[in-house]
């Protein structure tokens, strides 16, 4: 059988001299393709990176904190890090301090921030302050001209229209107006949010574990994280494989569950001394 540990290479070919920062790249890029892969008609690029910087500097900020306590923290010092400008820094901060610069969250993607735009922007309102119908094209109060100031001339309102129509937020009436449906934009359908949000917590957790081992890999601390994968499974007898696992898996489960309460203590009733407590957790998950 051959089997590749969490440590091995997936390649058959002959082993390479690899640069140490060539090897982060790669690992860079593998960590964050599938993510990706995942935001991909869910979450606007623009918004990532966004977010993704302010987390770099919120998460330098920290480190500089852990390892050098009582020390200064300058904006050249986190542009080392982050490899972002002090400018840059600069205007983060800001944003985190409140200001107008802040990306609100309704521009997690382009159909949000049309509809937020057709919410609350006059222009295209009705008598009564309601999103009004509006024509297709035209220069004024038109789809066009919403999508022209919402998102710019990148993306067509026809590209906009099909979105906001397959997501259940506009419908086009027989006189071929287009009518706000709903005003609440879903980049996940319902059916998506629970595996999401689970999953992006496992995610986390995940990575969070490969930092630890990271760090602490020197000092003999790591935490157990292996996985197995076998590339010469007969593709006819995948289910069968599947069906056992999963039931190998789902005892594995059950005695996990079991060792938590062994150790876990009751809650402290009102007049009970509260005794320090951790954090402990094991994933489980199949790939491929």
């Given amino acids: 059988m051959h089997v590749y540990d969490s440590g091995d290479s997936a390649s058959n070919g002959p082993t390479e001299a690899v640069s140490p920062s060539r090897r982060t790249a790669l690992a860079v890029e593998r960590l964050l393709r599938p993510l990706v892969r995942l935001l991909v008609g869910r979450v606007a690029c623009i918004y990532l990176v966004d977010r993704l910087r302010r987390l770099y500097v919120a998460e330098s900020r920290a480190w500089l904190e852990r390892t050098h306590p009582g020390q200064r923290i300058t904006r050249s010092r986190l542009a080392m890090l982050t490899g972002l400008d002090t400018r840059t820094i600069a205007s983060i901060e800001a944003a ?7 990306l609100p969250s309704t521009e997690v993607c382009a159909g949000s921030v049309v509809i937020e735009r057709w919410l609350t922007d006059p222009a295209f309102h009705d008598d009564r302050g309601a999103p009004a119908l509006l024509a297709m094209m035209g220069p004024n109060r038109s789809f066009q001209a919403l999508t022209t100031r919402a998102v710019g001339r990148n993306i067509t309102p026809h590209t906009v229209l099909e979105q906001l129509v397959e997501s ?14 709903d005003p609440v ?21 995940l990575v969070e574990t490969v930092r630890r081992n990271a760090d602490d890999s020197t000092r003999g601390a ?24 999963r039931d190998l898996l789902r005892r ?30 094991v994933g489980w998950y199949v790939f491929d």
């Fill in 168 to 181: 259940g937020n506009v419908a086009v009436d027989a006189d071929e107006r287009i009518r706000l449906v």
């Fill in 252 to 281: 594995h489960i059950e005695e996990m569950e079991c060792l938590l309460r062994e150790y876990e203590i009751a809650d402290p009733g009102p007049h009970d001394g509260v005794p320090e407590t951790s954090r402990y957790g």
């Fill in 222 to 245: 790591c935490r157990l994280q292996q996985d197995r994968l076998s590339t010469r499974i007969p593709s006819e007898r995948r289910d069968e494989l599947d069906a056992r696992a």
């Fill in 185 to 205: 934009y879903r980049p996940v359908r319902p059916s998506e949010e629970t595996a999401l949000d689970l999953g992006s917590h496992s995610i986390a957790r």
């Fill in 96 to 102: 985190q301090r409140g200001s107008d610069t802040d």
